[in-house]
């Protein structure tokens, strides 16, 4: 950003709710389907993304049932009429239910039509392990990596998040967003316990943020962290602590989740040669997974050590908070992962 | 219970002009030839893949299609050729996608479940039970949006009256008043269950009363009952007043996919809609009509085998697509 | 449109023992002091996680609960602590869970979100809405075939009637008959949504209809018209004349969960409701009895208080699960 | 097998179909749910599995509606209240639909009450691209490793078959079961184009082969090839014209999807050094990127070279035959990927 520019500090919830503003002014075919979204005297959705939109977009905020195989369904319907859809969950975990419209109908439209569809369909999703039991915390990143004809983001700063949704209004293929309950700054009575500031200098301009690219947070030499949302502030502060002890760590924010940008990630690797993956889920099965065997692929001759994943346990999460905070990764153990693969 | 026919009385003929007729008539003789003809090359094995096919269930692709217009849109299901044709895909492109060739309306990767050609109103159809539906509440959402008079005609057979789509769909249409009529072929069976089994209702279109809709049942294999009844859903859901959910009963004369040999369907059940037929209930009647005579018919029956003929050996031989086309098409 | 209560007549109560009408009185008053107690302890910033409470609805769980056997059992929602104390489990140990001891009915690990306990006849309370409705099926499918004579009943909210796992989950126990009573808790919103605004239908209850079973709606804040609702369609269900579909008009007298302030919910209508508010109801006709007296009522709320305050106190000192636990309980 | 037991081939249909029998015999509360499953006349479910079942248990066949998310979450109820049902989608495509009841209600249900629940569910799916397009084609396992509570397998050939469906009625605990069209040897009008011998020898005496184990069955010195299902005898396929070429190749049937037996698997590795794993179904978040990621964190000392994956490539299943060839590994391509992995 140039320092010229006009700012001010959004948190993410703020810096979607302008995205969705902004797209919804500059485009009539963009419109929003959700639970509790512009319900007036409501919340705006789960987490105040599109608190009072339905003031200026009375028409375009669109409340539903609770029926989410419907509405993403008739998101993807009317993403082939030419409209341009914002469709959201109240939890990530809530996924599975359109997950077969999701899978089966918007990624494999474009293909199984011979390229003759466009599915332009935004769909948003909070995760994140926050106090309330096994049904509304998991992380649900790893369900969508690697389906065909589906584009995966996640978005950790306020700055991205608006850019990146307004890229994903715009492309023309289903994108995914996954959002983390405890970065989004929400206020009021859907504030969060455990919430971490990722507000942003959000420019006055009209910008986006491209859907394909990792963000080299913080540059390093010796060791590459790779994670994303509430994990990658975590490893922002693990590498501070790292830099105290003479570490000095690259901090990639991955946001492309799929397909991955093996070109940011690939020129840290390079350079390093140390691979740590830090992910908020089980570890068996993760995105990391993927991570790990592509980089361990693409780079095994830049490797000075095997790639080293941080995760939770492979356990539901459980409602204790005691527990639960054992299951979230969290920067001690991010430092002891580090302090490992420095001295291998 | 609803009236089925045993014939077509003239007198409910009377005010279509005999080119309307006749096109109902060789659009379900179009069916029936490319779906026979379809059958004969899958079992000669020339064809590949599977296939669900239509025979007998003519009359509802026609006489619902007929009601609509260009620019409207149709989805549909793993049983799709016969919405297909009627919606004004020709026998070439559907061949051609059937033998896996380029020229295919979806290039050949969709296949006999995916038919569909956007420019022709029907969007590439959707093989799993009940999942066409909120795409077609969200089709028809987008034409309101955009104040289009375009609608959405939504098929979908007695089998899906069951799954959770059909359920959350139809709601999304009922509460903000879609342009989409509903419509439910039923055939009597779900694969191979037969729909008593699996339902206490007596008319699946009493579903409607649960979404607080307007319901029909029709004669599925009655082309002009079921056209009149489309025209009328249509028109209501055109204006705002639908959506509406219709019923079409009818009964599939093949199997259910591929070489299904139908042990579970009834002998007297067979015959009695095997009686029923809609191409010789519908050609019956015109035939009594001054002005159309058997040989006209067969006229048209010849026209339509011919062409298929045709078709076929020309797709037997369109190019395949090479090696390179597996990853296209992934990303707009 | 179905009556709502603005007082219960004594004639009404007469034929039941004063102790089953106290009892009715003191589960619904335990409700109340639960959820008022859990809420204090909530925003005081001392119990963690969030809530889902039931203050105003406390007559659908109570008259429900009173008219199942102690092995009859229940599935429950997000919003299950009125259907857990009402099933048996005690306050004792909900607050532990609620405060995540390992002597809390899930050991800490479920949540208010997942209250249950198996032995008391209430399976793990479902967060997904609609979710438990198959399970609830499931379950009775379990009593069916087992010939136990027990029956499921069935808790959700009016939200969850669009949802698939609705029209799924009754459509499996209405083919074969399950002994399940559905529970519709129609409270006039789903968060904060209104139900007019997503369904066309004035009764709920009128789902019934397109699985074939019958379908009532009654005042949800009169227990004694929820109770005799409920044993009626308990007996059809258990004799294998079900399953039913009950609607209990009620309303939720505090935010959907945490700190919610309603600013949805119009000024009338909550006054409205807040004028019928089930435990004045009930608690005005009883004193009207001869041989119960307010002193009596106070009484018995005060016992409850002491005891929540007590096992509060208890609750708050109970250990915590060690860190080896995080990856016990996975397997059986 | 002792050379004295009776023994009859049979292909997997059949075994499964033997199975079910004797575990429904054994045990009455164990019962079957699905559709077109006990249809006199019908089909004994998609792939002939039941067939004629409902003879000998009108009562336990139960045929359902077509309601995926219901009778699974059925399933679940009735599990719980202490039946051990098995329960089937026609294809595993059709997963989508009731996954919600599979990894929030299913497999966290024994975690979120404490340990104080079970639920006994068996849960079978086809997969496979066949020739029938991009929804009943898909490669489903990937979706389900790593969701704890739950158990994976998958079974290769008859045998297995049926002694893994017997310990999965036994089992307290979710099982999924993965089963592959090409090898079921289904018979008449269900008959297969492309399919492969799975059939076993299968012994007259009660018997179950264990979930959690990984089968060794070639033995070899250089390199390990990793799969399961089709790809599996694929595999073996393979290992044989590399024998000819004078590559020793081990092949292991991976069987135990979730958790891996790394017992098995890593004392091929350490013996071999070098690992080829073969998937069918998008490279790109597969099963395999999981085995290949906990394969290098585990044995990173004793391997040769890095883990090698052969899948198909990141696009849906394409109808056309000569497109789905291609999408589908086979015996060249793994041929390839030794060959590649020997020189390294
Ligand atoms: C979700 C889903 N479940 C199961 C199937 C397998 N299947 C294909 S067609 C069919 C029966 C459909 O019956 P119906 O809806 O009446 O349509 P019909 O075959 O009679 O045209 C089934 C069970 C499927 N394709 N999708
Ligand atoms: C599948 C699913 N979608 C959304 C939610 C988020 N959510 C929790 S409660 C609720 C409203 C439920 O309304 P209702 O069924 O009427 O129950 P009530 O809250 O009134 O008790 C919503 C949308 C959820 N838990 N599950
Ligand atoms: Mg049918
Ligand atoms: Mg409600």
Redesign the pocket.
């Known amino acids: 950003m140039a320092v010229a520019e006009i700012t001010k500090r959004l948190s993410i919830a703020e810096s979607l709710r302008q995205a969705i503003t902004e797209e919804m002014r500059r485009d009539p075919t963009v419109f929003c389907m959700g639970e509790d979204i512009g319900v007036p005297g409501g919340w705006g959705g789960a987490f105040t993304v599109t608190l009072g939109l339905e003031e200026e977009f009375a028409d375009r905020l669109l409340d539903t049932p609770i029926a989410e195989l419907g509405f993403f369904g008739a998101g993807i319907g009317a993403a082939m009429m030419g409209m341009r859809p914002i469709v959201d969950v109240q939890y990530g975990d809530f996924l599975f239910l359109p997950m077969?419209q999701i899978v089966n109908n918007a990624a494999k439209m474009r293909y199984m039509s011979g390229g003759t569809v466009k599915v332009p369909l935004v769909m948003r999703a909070p995760i994140g392990a926050t106090g309330r039991g096994s049904q509304h915390a998991q992380s649900m990143e790893r369900y969508f990596i690697g389906v065909p004809g589906l584009k995966v983001v996640a978005v950790s700063n306020a700055y991205d998040a608006k850019g990146i949704l307004k890229s994903a209004v715009r492309d023309d293929n289903p994108v995914l967003i996954f959002e983390h309950k405890l970065l989004y700054g929400s206020k009021g009575a859907r504030a969060e316990s455990g919430a971490v500031d990722a507000t942003s200098e959000i420019p006055d301009e009209d910008y986006t943020v491209p859907l394909d690219k990792a963000a080299v947070c913080r540059e390093g030499s010796q060791v590459t962290i790779l994670s994303w949302l509430l994990m990658h502030h975590y490893s922002m502060s693990a590498a501070e602590s790292l830099a105290n002890e003479g570490i000095d760590a690259e901090v990639i924010d991955v946001r492309s989740l799929s397909p991955f940008d093996y070109e940011t990630i690939g020129a840290s690797v390079r350079k390093t040669g140390r691979v740590v993956i830090v992910e908020e889920g089980p570890k068996t099965g993760g995105v990391s997974a993927e991570l790990a065997a592509g980089i361990m692929e693409r780079f095994s001759e830049n490797m000075l050590a095997p790639v080293h994943r941080v995760a939770s346990p492979d356990v539901p999460v459980p409602f204790t908070p005691v527990l639960e905070d054992a299951y979230r990764p969290d920067p001690p153990r991010i430092l002891e992962a580090v302090r490992k693969i420095i001295q291998h | 219970m609803t009236q089925l026919a045993t014939n077509i009385s003239i007198g409910r003929l009377s005010g279509y002009d005999h080119d309307f007729l006749l096109r109902l008539y060789e659009q379900m003789v179009q069916i029936r030839e490319f779906e026979e003809g379809v059958k004969y090359l899958f079992l000669q094995g020339s064809m590949p893949g599977t296939i669900?096919q239509?025979q007998g269930?003519e009359a509802t692709a026609v006489g619902v299609c007929s009601a609509l217009n260009e620019d409207d849109f149709i989805t549909s299901?793993?049983?799709g050729h016969g919405h297909a044709l009627a919606k004004g895909l020709s026998m070439e492109e559907m061949l051609n996608e059937l033998y896996g060739a380029t020229s295919g309306c979806c290039k050949g990767k969709g296949g006999s479940m995916h038919m569909g050609n956007m420019s022709k109103g029907m969007v590439p159809a959707i093989?799993?039970?009940?999942?066409g539906i909120p795409l077609a509440s969200g089709m028809s959402l987008a034409f309101k949006m955009k104040k289009t008079s375009q609608i959405t005609a939504c098929f979908?057979?007695?089998?899906?009256?069951s799954?959770g789509?059909f359920h959350e769909g139809i709601t999304l249409a009922a509460i903000w008043n879609l342009p989409v009529v509903f419509v439910c072929?039923?055939?009597?069976?779900?694969?191979s269950?037969r729909?008593d089994k699996v339902t206490r209702l007596k008319k699946l279109s009493d579903h409607a009363d649960s979404f607080g809709i307007r319901g029909e049942t029709v004669d599925g294999n009655d082309v002009i009952a079921v056209y009149e009844a489309a025209r009328k859903a249509v028109e209501e859901s055109r204006n705002g007043d639908g959506p509406v959910l219709l019923e079409l009963l009818t009964y599939?004369r093949t199997g259910?996919?591929r070489r299904d040999a139908c042990h579970y369907q009834h002998t007297d059940e067979k015959k009695e809609w095997f009686d029923r037929d809609p191409i010789d209930l519908f050609g019956r009647a015109l035939t009594q009509l001054s002005g159309i005579d058997e040989n006209q018919l067969e006229g048209i029956r010849d026209r339509i085998t011919q062409q298929f003929e045709e078709a076929v050996v020309v797709a037997q031989k369109e190019p395949q697509p090479s090696l390179d086309e597996l990853t296209t098409d992934i990303f707009a």
């Open positions: 077969d | 669900h239509c269930q299901t793993f049983r093989a799993i039970v009940g999942g979908f057979g007695d089998g899906a009256t799954e789509a072929e039923n055939n009597l069976y779900g694969a269950t729909v599939r259910h996919s």
